[in-house]
């Protein structure tokens, strides 16, 4: 009885200490992808940025510093962001959409556009801001948000806000104009709606509509047809991005043609961005290619695989969004080198060079590690609860 | 309010009875369900996620393979664009009736610019300017250095210049392949050729169509693809035309024309063998049309097609033939020339006031009696001389194959009185190209059929409609022949080949009406040999003025005549007609007195 005495039993208070419960959790795996990713980002651009500082007269690896301050930054947020609890990262992600939605909102009076003709940048001087890169992940974290309460028993309309959010969202961009995150986002919502259980009609439904509208846009719109045409022919305007592209990857074949040896960063404007994977090509040659389309492959499938065990809807669903729109980003990027897909600018997460695309990718990946920790799924209630309910 | 209903009602309504709150026992069921709900939907989700991870998969790989695909291909140079820009640069040659090349293509380079790859625009800007002296240093500087991003330099180079301009070794200068429209023949035949320039043009190639001349009538065949540059072959005989070029640049310069003229014609085939307008021009470096002026004062200006002039006396011949044709008159019927023949208030005259009193219609060819012609013409009447010059080409533009050719429209009375029918039975009144002429004259050469001119090569005689009678024709032969044994043409004799024609001079127009006294169309109109006619011969001089004599002279059998036999002379044995050996003449007796 004297070890009933209060205070004889340890109080478990708040379970085990943040840190070891963070790297016991955590997808070590995943993280140490992002990590790799972002140390070949900032190899490619010891390579890539160089013509870009060249014309801007700055010194050779200026772009490489501020990358590394940057990125650094950015697996700080991605790190502390990972730690959160999924309720905390909720709360704050939903006041960081709401605030990047203003932010968006107000571009047209207050934004930039650096001589490009797209307002998309908020300028502070030292480096600028693309509210729609924060803006992204906030919107994953609030869709999905929305859409679990909605499958709660008299719950609010989810969809249809989430939806209504989406448009609006998707016109802002739209109007800027900046169509590729505008179907980023629109495929984000896709996903978590399919998730989150569309029905199977409205999907095959959707699918045949865009098949009848594409082959009529293609029978009866010159232009439309041409821009295919150009897309499915063998042959490639050598002048064009794409063609530069598409040689720096033959250039580079199986392992490159050296470091710093590559041609294609001198004569392509995005090389750092962009195009960044053609540079990849030839100078480190296929190896490293492979490598990183590796790298991408087992931070989205396994990201996607630990959700398959998630119970709870609101994180399974935001995790899908940020996970798939994570691999999307960089399966477009990656697919328009290849010409697998039509021209669309879109930037290599955490590879490309850009300040506040690196950040917003940390903390986009910092909030999907948060989500994807392994946590108590509560599988013998789960048979239990079964038995019950029959 | 929508009320929600209580469940599961029965245990409810036993706890109520009980005395218990029924809210837990509600709660308790909600949450069942909610795990129901959730378990649900997580097996949906679980499928549906497995889905997502397979497709980032196999799109990943996909990227992968791609990737691998295009890094283990060899680095080529594309060259090729996309569809639908294709520029398509084929385009067939010109061939002659035996094959010679008259247009084909050449490979040369154009020069462009693309001032953001160069690397020293103001050094490469210097040394163009030595390579080409004809541009300007500043305007290069000012395009190199500016906004440009692109500009052509020179549309044609030569394989040296190219090479030149390769030693600057500028990055920016580029060069794009060009198909360069050739006439290796230069001048010649240069207006039936017209010319060629450049449609749309790109960096890979450039689009070359017609501008003038066949290369713009049969443009769309010799670009089109589906022909497989297969050469388009013409009429034209290069050996021959070259001949006809040359005698008749000489009649030209030696009876001081200012412009001048022939068509020879195959007269079953309507073929033109040669047909040649000078002054010419070159159409490798086709001048710019004139914007002012008279446009027969260009070289462009075809005189065979689009020059319609009144052609004089050439037309009595008509006349002739459809007066016989009509059984109105035969080649030895005399009618009275004499004057003075008024019709409609205006008197006909001869030429130089000659008065040539009865003669056979034989007669009134040979000598060239205006009234003669005059008074057939009015036996005949209007509506049959129309119908007849209409029969034989002389209202419609020529179907000739260039573009020119439908310019030649000939110029008709407004209205056809009497006085316009007389008129026009001896060539005034009605305009008309020495084509025309040509088409006219085959009628009667081969036989009384309709010929069309063509330029295209016939493989058989290419007959129309009949429009005299074989004995008709076949008197208007042989009066043509008399007009050169024993007429106005007797330069026009060419031993062996029996040429027959007649002879037109006519006082050329002044703008503001009236007729130049100084200034004649000189026209000669032949065929040869006149008892089988295969060729029709037209030449036509502008302003000729034949100085030898004591006065200059101007009519056609001083100038037109003696270039026309020079040129049957030259071009006859091309053709392959041989001389034929002309019965003897009489022996010469010489009367000696004998006492």
Redesign the interface.
């Known amino acids: 009885m004297t070890e009933m005495v209060y205070g004889a039993v340890p109080v478990v208070r708040g379970g085990e200490p943040i840190l070891p419960k963070w790297w016991r959790t955590v997808d070590r795996w995943a993280m140490s992808c992002v990590l790799m990713l972002f140390g070949v980002g900032l190899l490619l651009g010891l390579a890539a940025s160089v013509p870009l500082a060249a014309k801007n007269g700055f010194e050779p690896f200026h772009y490489v510093q501020r990358q590394a301050f940057f990125g650094g930054l950015a697996i700080v947020a991605m790190m502390l962001t990972s730690m959160m609890s999924p309720v905390l990262v909720r709360r704050l992600a939903v006041l960081g959409f709401l605030a990047a939605f203003v932010a968006l909102a107000l571009l047209p009076f207050f934004g930039t556009d650096f001589g490009k003709g797209a307002v998309r940048w908020y300028s502070l001087g030292f480096a600028s801001i693309q509210p729609s890169e924060f803006l992204k992940p906030g919107f994953m974290v609030v869709a999905a948000w929305m859409m679990a309460a909605s499958m709660e028993i008299n719950g609010p309309p989810g969809r249809t806000w989430s939806f209504a959010l989406c448009i609006a969202i998707v016109l802002m961009l739209a109007m800027q104009p900046d169509f590729g995150q505008a179907c980023l986002v629109l495929f984000g919502w896709g996903v978590i709606y399919f998730v989150a259980g569309a029905p199977m009609v409205l999907l095959v439904g959707m699918a045949g509509l865009v098949i009848i509208a594409g082959t009529v846009a293609y029978a009866h719109s010159e232009h439309f047809a041409r821009r295919i045409d150009g897309f499915l022919s063998v042959e490639v305007d050598p002048t064009t991005q794409l063609g530069y592209a598409t040689n720096a990857i033959r250039e580079g074949g199986l392992f490159g043609v050296g470091v710093g040896e590559g041609q294609v960063k001198w004569s392509l404007p995005d090389a750092h961005t962009d195009f960044i994977i053609a540079v990849a090509a030839e100078e480190y040659g296929l190896v490293l290619v492979l490598c990183i389309i590796a790298l991408y492959t087992v931070v989205v499938v396994r990201s996607l695989l630990r959700l398959v065990r998630e119970r709870d809807p609101f994180i399974r669903l935001a995790g899908t969004g940020l996970a798939c729109m994570f691999g999307v980003q960089a399966m477009i990027n990656m697919g328009v080198a290849v010409r697998l897909l039509p021209a669309k600018g879109m930037t290599l997460p955490f590879v490309s060079y850009g300040g506040s695309s690196v950040i917003a990718s940390g903390i986009a990946v910092g909030m999907l590690l948060a989500f994807t920790r392994s946590r108590p799924q509560g599988q013998l209630s789960d048979i239990l609860g079964r038995n019950r309910a029959r | 309010m929508i009320r929600?209903p209580l469940r599961p009602l029965a245990r409810i309504l036993d706890a109520r009875q009980k005395g218990e709150n029924p809210d837990a026992i509600e709660r308790e069921n909600?949450r069942?369900?909610?795990?129901?709900?959730?378990?649900q939907?997580?097996l949906?989700?679980?499928g549906?996620?497995?889905v997502?991870?397979v497709f980032?998969?196999c799109?990943?790989?996909?990227?992968?393979a791609?990737?691998?695909l295009?890094?283990?291909?060899?680095?080529?140079?594309?060259?090729?664009?996309?569809?639908?820009?294709v520029i398509s640069a084929s385009r067939a040659d010109i061939v002659d009736r035996n094959g010679n090349i008259l247009a084909t293509n050449f490979e040369t380079h154009a020069l462009y610019a693309q001032p953001r790859n160069m690397v020293d625009p103001e050094a490469a800007a210097e040394k163009l300017v030595a390579v080409f002296p004809d541009l300007k240093k500043e305007r290069l500087i000012k395009d190199f250095t500016g906004k440009r991003k692109f500009l052509w330099i020179k549309k044609k180079i030569s394989p040296e210049q190219m090479q030149a301009v390769h030693e600057i070794g500028d990055p920016g200068l580029l060069f794009a392949p060009r198909d360069m429209r050739l006439y290796p023949n230069g001048t010649m035949a240069a207006h039936v050729l017209g010319g060629a320039s450049y449609g749309k043009e790109g960096?890979h190639a450039a689009e070359v169509i017609g501008v003038a001349g066949a290369e713009k009538y049969f443009d769309d065949y010799l670009r089109d693809p589906a022909n497989g540059n297969k050469p388009l072959q013409l009429s034209l005989d290069l050996t021959v035309q070259a001949a006809a070029e040359r005698v008749l640049y000489g009649g030209m310069k030696l009876m001081n024309a200012k412009g001048a003229t022939s068509v020879l014609m195959d007269v079953k085939t309507g073929e033109v063998i040669s047909v040649v307008s000078l002054p010419t021009f070159d159409p490798n470096n086709r001048p710019r049309p004139l914007t002012e002026g008279d446009a027969s004062d260009t070289p462009l200006f075809n005189r065979s097609v689009q020059g319609v002039y009144e052609l004089g006396s050439t037309f009595k011949i008509f006349a002739a033939v459809q007066a016989i044709d009509l059984g109105l008159v035969n080649a030895r019927t005399v009618i009275d020339t004499k004057g003075p023949f008024k019709v409609g208030g205006f008197k006909i005259g001869e030429f130089r006031g000659k008065n040539y009193g009865p003669l056979s219609v034989s007669d009134i060819i040979v000598k060239s009696s205006n009234r003669g012609t005059g008074r057939m013409a009015l036996q005949i009447g209007a509506k049959r001389q129309q119908a007849f010059l209409k029969s034989l080409g002389f209202f419609e533009a020529t179907p000739f194959e260039i573009v020119e050719a439908s310019g030649g429209k000939p110029l008709l009375p407004k209205r056809w009185t009497d006085l316009s029918t007389v008129t026009i039975s001896y060539g005034h009144g009605l305009s008309s190209s020495p084509m025309h002429l040509a088409a006219g004259y085959a009628a009667i050469a081969n036989g009384g059929f309709q010929v069309k001119p063509t330029l295209m090569k016939q493989t058989g005689p290419q007959l129309g409609p009949r429009v005299m009678s074989a004995r008709a024709a076949a008197d208007g032969r042989r009066m043509l022949r008399k007009v050169v044994s024993e007429g106005t043409a007797s330069f026009g004799e060419v031993p062996g080949y029996f040429v027959g024609g007649k002879t037109g001079t006519a006082d050329k127009p002044k703008r503001r009406g009236g007729y130049y006294k100084d200034k004649v169309i000189a026209t000669f109109a032949s065929m040869f040999p006149a008892h089988d006619p295969k060729y029709v011969l037209i030449v036509t001089l502008d302003e000729p003025v034949e100085t030898s004599g004591d006065k200059p002279r101007r009519t056609a059998g001083w100038t037109a005549v003696p270039v026309a036999a020079e040129m049957i002379r030259r071009i006859a044995p091309l053709l392959g007609l041989r001389p034929a050996v002309e019965p003897d003449k009489e022996p010469v007796v010489t009367l000696i007195s004998s006492n």
């Open positions: 929600t909600k069942i369900r909610h795990e129901q709900m959730r378990d939907s997580r949906r989700a679980e549906r996620l497995l997502l991870g980032f998969f799109a990943f790989a996909v990227i992968g791609r990737m691998g295009l890094a283990t291909t060899d680095p080529v140079e594309p060259r090729a664009h996309a569809p639908g820009a960096v």
